[in-house]
């Protein structure tokens, strides 16, 4: 079925302009610098033939275009594609051309040389306009929709020994020994359509969705799971394709910025989700299999915990639900296809399946039925139909974790206050250093050490971790600065020498409340509060000081306007070089870039009344009676840790509450 085109002929000779701009054949004297300099880089793999041909390649040989127009629908709403049009017409036409460029001539007749002269003052503007509107999300999209498909000549013109990475490089290792999972019944539409009554409607199946399912289908009652993402089973996972994994797995296929560019999101979407109390914690730990036995630290980790030692920083190793087997997979957020990980799917989803839990995927939620104040089921589309349907149930429960429960109980009449309001984000910025050392960061597990020392470093304990985390080729290219095509495509080169750091912090005061376009997009209105920022500025000087401690030789920013730190050729690295400490300072004067989410909390939280939070304790409503909230809205506030484990012993208790209010209602 062939796409409707979002864009004209004229609009996309702007954007394959734009994006050849970004992503450029190289002039003769441009090439000849690349191959030298590649050629001169300890341990260079690259041929003299193989970089000639990556000189050559744009982003036109990716068919960038087209790509970017089929990724539009997925990652903006409809007003903001509208925008992104406007900018391409504005830029097609001579009058308005010359406000956005300076110059009369318009933007795709210009010289390769001019075009980039535009694209670095849309960089360096002070206007927010040109530099996150304009700037960062047309770089982000050209350069990761050049780079990121494996099957173009551009990427083939990077590969490297190693470059694969992930499954392919576990599967090699003697201790290899895959765990097969049986594959999940989902309901097809004529099956979901014969019972239309149930005890329990879960809506949502990550990890506090599906220990839900578990504990009330453990209990005897018939519980149905609705799930908007499409369940995979292990052997259906491309988990070395990024493009793909991205795309089949997450909100919007990947990271996402909020309307002001203020935020970029990263939240899952697939069958299974991203996935007294202190019993609870110990429960879950003990089904997930949490253990730190038979971790091998990759060559990420290791730099991570080299130089927080010789920095005299505290560093832990941190345990894997893989039930202490050996685990060398780099690619656990593509799906795990080697079945080792103790995933929400591979355990509680496994548990409810067993107790004759109901699963139906690919089905979207619109709203919860509800009379006399009181949940009687759900209204949905049934594998993107448009009509709706309905399934009713003594209890409905909300898990579509802090960016979507908040609009389902919205759009199902709940007018609660604290509904959506003071969402707690854990907020990162990013690192990337550059060594002398290959380390093919996707070979080995993804995430086994932390830098726990700054958790409470000014004394308010809403402090920053710091951890590691692996990229393919696209998204790397993409957090590398650019400072014109020629030096970008010299960092491109250094993906197999790169170590990707993140400071993570629990966000203290800035403002962040959920709210939905008029096209029912999430959007999210934040703002960065002076102590967050700092904060984050700070783990941006400690993830450098961490990375020049372990020898390396360069440190990038996800900060445009921040130019990158070099050692000389006959420099040690060192933290006391005096232009590194000159860096350092520059650092503190820029603050910190635009940060990132990969866990939301607290949209829905609990509390002891309605005038200071969305739910009670049990995770019931104050609005509707039998509707309950089960994932990582119901927290208080933000957490200082991965929020997996307490979302799960949270829904624990929830589990127990739903159960006991059935049994109160029999006697």
């Known amino acids: 079925m062939t796409q409707t085109r979002l864009l004209n002929e004229t609009q996309r000779e702007t954007l394959a302009a734009i994006a050849d701009t970004f992503v450029a054949r190289l002039s003769p004297e441009e090439e000849e610098l690349l191959i030298e300099k590649a050629l001169q880089v300890p341990n260079n793999c690259?041929?003299?033939?193989?970089?000639?041909?990556?000189?050559?390649?744009?982003?036109?040989?990716?068919?960038?275009?087209?790509?970017?127009?089929?990724?539009?629908?997925?990652?903006?709403?409809?007003?903001?594609?509208?925008?992104?049009?406007?900018?391409?017409?504005?830029?097609?036409?001579?009058?308005?051309?010359?406000?956005?460029?300076?110059?009369?001539?318009?933007?795709?007749?210009?010289?390769?040389?001019?075009?980039?002269?535009?694209?670095?003052?849309?960089?360096?503007?002070?206007?927010?306009?040109?530099?996150?509107?304009?700037?960062?999300?047309?770089?982000?999209?050209?350069?990761?929709?050049?780079?990121?498909?494996?099957?173009?000549?551009?990427?083939?013109?990077?590969?490297?020994?190693?470059?694969?990475?992930?499954?392919?490089?576990?599967?090699?290792?003697?201790?290899?020994?895959?765990?097969?999972?049986?594959?999940?019944?989902?309901?097809?539409?004529?099956?979901?359509?014969?019972?239309?009554?149930?005890?329990?409607?879960?809506?949502?199946?990550?990890?506090?969705?599906?220990?839900?399912?578990?504990?009330?289908?453990?209990?005897?009652?018939?519980?149905?799971?609705?799930?908007?993402?499409?369940?995979?089973?292990?052997?259906?996972?491309?988990?070395?394709?990024?493009?793909?994994?991205?795309?089949?797995?997450?909100?919007?296929?990947?990271?996402?910025?909020?309307?002001?560019?203020?935020?970029?999101?990263?939240?899952?979407?697939?069958?299974?989700?991203?996935?007294?109390?202190?019993?609870?914690?110990?429960?879950?730990?003990?089904?997930?299999?949490?253990?730190?036995?038979?971790?091998?630290?990759?060559?990420?980790?290791?730099?991570?915990?080299?130089?927080c030692r010789k920095l005299g920083l505290s560093v832990m190793t941190i345990p894997q639900n893989t039930s202490g087997r050996p685990h060398h997979c780099g690619k656990c957020y593509t799906g795990c296809k080697s079945g080792i990980k103790n995933s929400t799917t591979n355990t509680y989803l496994k548990d409810a399946a067993a107790h004759r839990a109901k699963f139906l995927d690919s089905t979207e939620v619109t709203r919860v039925l509800t009379k006399n104040n009181k949940a009687i089921g759900v209204a949905c589309k049934i594998h993107g139909s448009e009509k709706e349907h309905l399934f009713f149930a003594n209890i409905v429960v909300v898990s579509g974790g802090a960016l979507h429960t908040p609009g389902l109980l919205l759009k199902s009449g709940l007018t609660n206050p604290h509904i959506g309001r003071d969402l707690r984000l854990h907020l990162s910025s990013l690192t990337n250093a550059i060594y002398d050392d290959v380390i093919n960061q996707s070979e080995g597990s993804l995430l086994t050490s932390v830098c726990d020392a700054f958790d409470n470093y000014d004394g308010s304990t809403f402090g920053f971790k710091i951890e590691c985390f692996s990229n393919g080729v696209g998204n790397y290219s993409a957090l590398m600065p650019w400072d014109g095509a020629a030096e970008h495509k010299q960092r491109v080169l250094r993906h197999r020498n790169a170590v990707t750091t993140f400071a993570m912090i629990r966000d203290k005061d800035s403002i962040c409340n959920v709210k939905y376009d008029a096209f029912d997009k999430i959007d999210v209105d934040f703002s960065l509060s002076k102590h967050d920022n700092d904060t984050l500025t700070e783990g941006i000087v400690q993830m450098a000081r961490i990375h020049v401690a372990a020898g390396a030789r360069e440190i990038h920013v996800t900060l445009s306007t921040l130019d990158p730190f070099v050692f000389e050729k006959d420099e040690v690295s060192s933290v006391n070089n005096p232009r590194f400490l000159e860096w350092i300072e520059s650092v503190y004067k820029h603050g910190s870039p635009t940060p990132s989410s990969g866990h939301q909390m607290a949209s829905c939280r609990m509390g002891d009344s309605p005038t200071n939070s969305a739910t009670k304790p049990t995770g019931e409503t104050w609005d509707v009676r039998n509707l309950y909230v089960s994932d990582s809205s119901l927290f208080p506030t933000a957490l200082g840790i991965n929020p997996m484990v307490t979302i799960q012993a949270i829904a624990l208790n929830v589990s127990r509450h739903i159960i006991a209010s059935i049994r109160d209602a029999k006697l």
């Not at 069958?271 to 003990?286: P, Y």
């Open 46 to 307: 690259f041929t003299r033939s193989q970089l000639s041909e990556f000189a050559k390649l744009d982003g036109s040989s990716s068919e960038v275009v087209d790509r970017i127009e089929r990724k539009l629908p997925h990652v903006l709403s409809p007003k903001r594609i509208n925008d992104f049009i406007l900018v391409l017409t504005l830029l097609s036409y001579r009058p308005s051309s010359i406000a956005l460029t300076g110059t009369w001539t318009l933007f795709k007749d210009l010289s390769q040389a001019d075009r980039e002269k535009v694209l670095l003052g849309w960089k360096n503007s002070s206007f927010t306009l040109f530099s996150k509107l304009l700037y960062n999300a047309m770089m982000g999209l050209c350069i990761i929709e050049s780079y990121q498909n494996m099957s173009t000549p551009l990427y083939k013109s990077v590969m490297y020994p190693g470059i694969e990475g992930g499954y392919a490089y576990f599967q090699k290792q003697p201790d290899y020994k895959k765990v097969e999972h049986e594959r999940l019944h989902m309901l097809t539409t004529e099956e979901a359509k014969r019972q239309k009554k149930y005890d329990v409607i879960i809506v949502g199946s990550g990890a506090g969705g599906g220990v839900t399912a578990a504990e009330l289908s453990k209990a005897g009652l018939s519980v149905l799971v609705i799930e908007k993402g499409k369940y995979y089973h292990q052997d259906e996972y491309d988990v070395d394709n990024d493009e793909v994994a991205l795309q089949s797995l997450f909100e919007n296929g990947g990271m996402t910025p909020n309307a002001t560019g203020s935020v970029n999101f990263l939240a899952a979407s697939t069958f299974g989700g991203g996935t007294a109390f202190e019993n609870d914690i110990e429960n879950v730990c003990e089904r997930i299999g949490a253990s730190r036995e038979n971790i091998v630290h990759n060559g990420c980790n290791q730099k991570l915990m080299e130089g």
